[in-house]
């Protein structure tokens, strides 16, 4: 099983605690979620553009998952990790990779825009993989 992820949203993940733009699309992230948590090995193929978080946007919202913005958003964090379009990780990897190259402070640069940034949840989540402790365990949402 491989699951799709776009460039943003390995650090949205990160920062993940039960919250979402619908009720549909908050279950969907849980379910992502659990299984990067239960099984850190998972495959994960980075891809440009909507992925497999954005396939549950609700249709009743704007849908930003195409804008410029959101676009550039993922290329800068890909490339900060060093990671590839089209390339599959396993997910562990990619949490070395959070660990090694992103810290707290940079989440308020790089997400300016982000509607959940208020929340300080994503710069907790970098946080803890910055300091080894991992992904909180889903029943703590």
């Given at each position: 099983m491989s699951?799709?992820?776009?460039?943003?949203?390995?650090?949205?993940?990160?920062?993940?605690?039960?919250?979402?733009?619908?009720?549909?699309?908050?279950?969907?992230?849980?379910?992502?979620?659990?299984?990067?948590?239960?099984?850190?090995?998972?495959?994960v193929t980075?891809?440009?553009?909507?992925?497999?978080?954005?396939?549950?946007?609700?249709?009743?919202?704007?849908?930003?998952?195409?804008?410029?913005?959101?676009?550039?958003?993922?290329?800068?964090?890909?490339?900060?990790?060093?990671?590839?379009?089209?390339?599959?990780?396993?997910?562990?990897?990619?949490?070395?990779?959070?660990?090694?190259?992103?810290?707290?402070?940079?989440?308020?640069?790089?997400?300016?825009?982000?509607?959940?940034?208020?929340?300080?949840?994503?710069?907790?989540?970098?946080?803890?993989?910055?300091?080894?402790?991992?992904?909180?365990?889903?029943?703590s949402f």
């Amino acid at each position: 099983m491989s699951i799709q992820l776009r460039g943003h949203h390995l650090l949205c993940l990160l920062g993940f605690r039960g919250m979402g733009y619908s009720e549909p699309f908050a279950k969907n992230m849980l379910e992502v979620y659990e299984q990067l948590w239960q099984e850190p090995s998972t495959l994960v193929t980075i891809v440009r553009g909507p992925d497999d978080l954005c396939g549950s946007f609700p249709c009743d919202q704007p849908n930003h998952c195409d804008s410029q913005n959101v676009l550039e958003r993922d290329s800068f964090i890909r490339n900060h990790l060093g990671l590839e379009v089209g390339e599959s990780y396993p997910w562990q990897q990619i949490l070395d990779q959070v660990k090694s190259n992103v810290q707290p402070q940079h989440i308020p640069e790089w997400c300016a825009t982000c509607p959940w940034l208020s929340y300080g949840v994503c710069e907790e989540g970098v946080g803890r993989i910055a300091s080894g402790e991992g992904l909180l365990s889903p029943a703590s949402f």
